[in-house]
């Protein structure tokens, strides 16, 4: 990972982007002047959405594993309990994108462009 960090950088900004989660989550925060999603959706509906979002960002978890942390290897290299080890890093990713929804700020449309 060290000689591609540049590049984990980019992807784990994408994915964010990718997954709407927080600094871009400009569709919701568009919606929130109605209270978001909760208007449009409701009972089994927004628990559909809720769910089409967090397996996204599962998925996003898995290839970052995959393509940058050495996928089910452990931290000293072998491969017992591949799916243990496989697990344990995904779930570090799943927490780093939860903790980002409550440490980044939001950015606005015109940041964006520019980011763009």
Same mark, same amino acid.
């Given at each position: 990972?060290?000689?591609?960090?540049?590049?984990?950088?980019?992807?784990?900004?994408?994915?964010?982007?990718?997954?709407?989660?927080?600094?871009?989550?400009?569709?919701?925060?568009?919606?929130?002047?109605?209270?978001?999603?909760?208007?449009?959706?409701?009972?089994?509906?927004?628990? &559909?959405?809720? $769910? /089409?979002?967090? +397996?996204?960002?599962?998925?996003?978890? =898995?290839?970052?594993?995959?393509? @940058?942390?050495?996928?089910? &290897?452990?931290? $000293? /290299?072998?491969? +017992?309990?591949?799916?243990?080890?496989? =697990?344990?890093?995904?779930?570090? @990713?799943?927490?780093?994108?939860?903790?980002?929804? /409550?440490?980044?700020?939001?950015?606005?449309?015109?940041?964006?462009?520019?980011?763009?």
């Amino acid at each position: 990972m060290i000689p591609y960090y540049p590049l984990w950088v980019i992807f784990f900004i994408t994915a964010l982007a990718e997954t709407n989660r927080h600094p871009f989550d400009l569709p919701e925060a568009e919606a929130e002047l109605v209270s978001g999603y909760n208007v449009e959706y409701s009972g089994m509906q927004f628990a &559909l959405f809720s $769910l /089409g979002e967090y +397996s996204s960002m599962l998925m996003m978890a =898995a290839l970052n594993t995959i393509l @940058f942390f050495g996928g089910s &290897l452990s931290f $000293l /290299g072998n491969s +017992s309990f591949g799916s243990f080890f496989f =697990a344990v890093k995904m779930c570090f @990713f799943v927490v780093l994108y939860i903790f980002s929804r /409550g440490a980044l700020p939001r950015v606005r449309f015109d940041q964006l462009m520019v980011i763009g």
